[in-house]
C-alpha cells in the first residue's frame, strides 16, 4: 500500500513536471512567433514605401529606369522571401533565403538614395524627404525588431536543449529554431584599416 502510494506520487510529479515543461515551451514558442511578427510588420511597412519613394524618384531619374526596375526587383524578391518566411519562421533555409533578399533591397534602395543625392530638386523634393525619414525610420524599427526576435530565440533554444525540459521538447516535437544573421561575408565584416 505505502510503496503504491509513493509510486502515485511520483507518476503524479512527473505529469506535473511535464505539463510545466511544455507549457513552458509552448509560451516560448509564442513569444517567438511574436518577435516575428514584429519583423513581419515592419518589413510590410518598407515594402509598402518603397514604390512610393520609386514613383517619387521616378519623375526626376527618367535616365536612371534601370535602377529603379532593380529597386522594384529587389522588392519584389524580398516580398516573396517575406511570404515564405511566414510561413515557416524560424526555419533556417527560409530565414537565410530572407536575409538574403533583404540584404539586397537594402543595396538597392541604397543605391537609389545615393543617386537622389546628385539630383538637388530630386534631394529637396518634400516628399522624397519624408519618404527617407520614413524608410530610415522603418530601418531602425527592423533592426530593434530582428534583435528582439533573436533574443526570444535564444530563450527558447535554451530551454528546449536542457536537460530536463529537452526530454519533453524531443517527445512533443520542439525543433531548434535558427536566429536571424547578417549575410555578410567575411570581406564586407572586416573593419576597414585606416593609416595615416
Known amino acids: 500500500m505505502v510503496v503504491g502510494i509513493i509510486i502515485a ?15 513552458g ?21 518598407r515594402h509598402d514605401l518603397i514604390p512610393n519613394l520609386v514613383e517619387v524618384a521616378r519623375g526626376y531619374l527618367q535616365h536612371e529606369a534601370q535602377t529603379l526596375e532593380a529597386v522594384i ?7 516573396s522571401a517575406a511570404d515564405k518566411a511566414r510561413q515557416s519562421p524560424g526555419q533556417a533555409q527560409a530565414m537565410g533565403a530572407l536575409m538574403a533578399a533583404e540584404q539586397v533591397l537594402g543595396g538597392q534602395v541604397g543605391r537609389l538614395m545615393a543617386l537622389a543625392e546628385a539630383y538637388p530638386t530630386l534631394k529637396a523634393d518634400a516628399r522624397m524627404q519624408q519618404l527617407s525619414e520614413e524608410i530610415t525610420s522603418t530601418e531602425n524599427r527592423i533592426g530593434f525588431a530582428r534583435q528582439s526576435y533573436n533574443d526570444e ?37 572586416a573593419v576597414p584599416q585606416v593609416r595615416f
Request: hydrophobic residues 50%.
Open 9 to 23: 506520487v511520483i507518476v503524479v510529479l512527473i505529469v506535473l513536471w511535464a505539463v510545466s515543461a511544455y507549457n
Open 25 to 45: 515551451l509552448v509560451t516560448l514558442r509564442n513569444r517567438v512567433k511574436n518577435g516575428w511578427a514584429q519583423i513581419d510588420v515592419q518589413l510590410k511597412r
Open 73 to 79: 526587383r529587389a522588392r519584389g524578391e524580398a516580398v
Open 153 to 189: 530565440v535564444l530563450e527558447f533554444n535554451n530551454q528546449a536543449g536542457q536537460f530536463p525540459d529537452l526530454i519533453v521538447a524531443r517527445l512533443v516535437g520542439f525543433v531548434h529554431m535558427d536566429m536571424l544573421a547578417s549575410t555578410q561575408s567575411e570581406q564586407e565584416r
